[in-house]
């Protein structure tokens, strides 16, 4: 049996990533807070107020490539800790501006920069070197801090009621810069070959290797496949990357980032407190940890499955907000919260997973930013699309209608990949000596 250590340092990476990404999504999930205090002040449309995070998302989607490449070429010490100075500089500028077209080169484009560097594109092919058949485990782990980051609005609203929003800023600049920054130089490595290991904790000597690359093994299905060189050239001409494209527009562009960053001024608009809102949206955010954790679901049941079970949590949570009529059934939100958080948050590891299962190599972080571009593009439409809904009818009802399709259509869109077909997850591997001594 393969030696392993007490604490394999795949481990302390995803550690490590847990807190920047709680940090950096964080700051960017705020933004529903500061709509409200930024509309208040300066008597913006929701339209154009909600194009400072439709823009923030298309660019977050447009340098996924970047980043990834990035990481691929440099690693994720300097490149992730770069991010995290760029997202400290830009909020911390947030705190200055008195125009809308400064909030959309500070939060639109230099924030977006900074979350896209430290974030999920250069996350995913780095937890993916130290995991292979606890990958989706350790992605959904990962994910728990993106679902922390959700808490975040409650910590602000706090910030803006004591102190005000541009204060409120500064504290979350200092937040990225002073300790993501520092934590993210001296702990996060690059692979397991940097520390003489090897992909699930198996320490680097002959005998071991061989039984974790035999073990490996046994969940491709298909070699040919498996074994090329896939760049992001080549990548681009399979339908798989597109399926995966589109699956991350229709989840995050178009379902969580058309209902995210209007839902607290939907829920003040029902009559609802800011505070309750903020309430809601983190127990969204507990919730949503809880289904990221699941991610470890994935490994035993497929990405397949695991993709429509998701989409079908996470359309209940939709049409609970559309059955939320005032403030007379808060039972409503509370049910949105946990099935529109369940569901979403087993996507957030799935997906990923999926994309590391068929385009595993060095360059699966330009791939997998690629696919993040979906992201994007979807992202500069929802926000905007909900706020333009809202201006000309008074309502997000139409808008939130549009989220339960896409997300139905998401899981679509991972099926339509079907990475089972290139790898097996290990739960589902064929048992044999080889692949129970792992």
């Known amino acids: 049996m393969p030696k392993r250590s007490w604490l394999f340092y795949g481990w302390i990476v995803v550690a490590v990533a847990f807190v920047t990404v709680a940090v950096g999504y964080g700051i960017r999930y705020s933004f529903s807070v500061f709509f409200v205090s930024i509309i208040d002040e300066f008597g913006w449309s929701r339209a154009d107020t909600s194009l400072i995070f439709s823009i923030n998302l298309l660019l977050y989607g447009a340098f996924g490539p970047i980043a990834g490449s990035m990481v691929d070429r440099l690693g994720p010490r300097a490149v992730i800790g770069f991010g995290a100075f760029v997202l ?3 909020t911390a500028l ?3 501006a008195n125009a809308i077209w400064q909030f959309y080169i500070l939060w639109g484009i230099l924030m977006s920069f900074g979350i896209c560097v430290l974030g ?3 996350h995913t092919p780095l937890i993916s070197n130290w995991f292979i058949r606890r990958r989706g485990t350790a992605i959904g782990i990962f994910g728990v801090g993106l679902a922390i980051s959700f808490s975040m609005p409650t910590l602000t609203q706090y910030l803006i009621d004591s102190v005000g929003w541009r204060a409120s800023f500064l504290v979350l600049a200092a937040l990225s810069g002073a300790l993501v920054m520092p934590l993210v130089i001296a702990f996060q490595r690059h692979k397991p070959s940097d520390m003489g290991l090897e992909p699930d904790g198996v320490k680097s000597n002959q005998a071991d290797i061989s039984s974790a690359k035999a073990s490996h093994q046994a969940l491709v299905v298909n070699k040919e ?4 060189e896939w760049t992001l050239p080549r990548a681009l001409k399979t339908y798989q990357v597109w399926a995966l494209f589109f699956a991350m527009m229709s989840v995050w562009g178009l379902t969580v980032n058309v209902i995210l960053p209007h839902f607290v001024a939907y829920s003040v608009d029902q009559g609802y407190s800011k505070m309750f809102a903020t309430y809601v949206y983190s127990l969204y955010g ?5 289904g990221s954790f699941m991610g470890t679901l994935s490994d035993r049941i497929g990405r397949e499955r695991a993709g429509f079970l998701a989409s079908g949590l996470a359309a209940i949570g ?8 005032g403030n007379s059934t808060p039972w409503a939100l509370y049910a949105y919260a946990v099935f529109f958080g369940l569901g979403t948050g087993l996507h957030t590891p799935n997906i990923p997973a999926a ?12 791939i997998y930013g690629f696919c993040t571009f979906g992201l994007g593009i979807g992202g500069l439409f929802g926000p905007w699309v909900a706020g333009l809904v809202f201006d000309r009818l008074n309502t997000y009802v139409p808008a939130f209608w549009m989220s339960f399709v896409a997300v ?4 679509v869109f991972v099926w339509i990949a079907r990475p089972s077909r290139v790898r097996v997850v290990a739960g589902m591997a064929p048992k044999s000596k080889k692949t129970a001594s792992a």
């Open 318 to 325: 939709v049409l609970m907000l559309i059955l939320n009529q």
């Open 286 to 290: 507990i919730v949503y940890g809880v």
């Open 225 to 228: 496949w498996a074994a090329r």
């Open 408 to 411: 139905m259509l998401c899981s």
């Open 120 to 122: 999920y594109v250069s």
């Open 88 to 90: 400290a500089v830009g």
């Open 94 to 96: 947030c705190a200055l």
């Open 355 to 366: 994309c590391a299962d068929l385009f595993q190599g060095k360059h699966l972080g330009a």
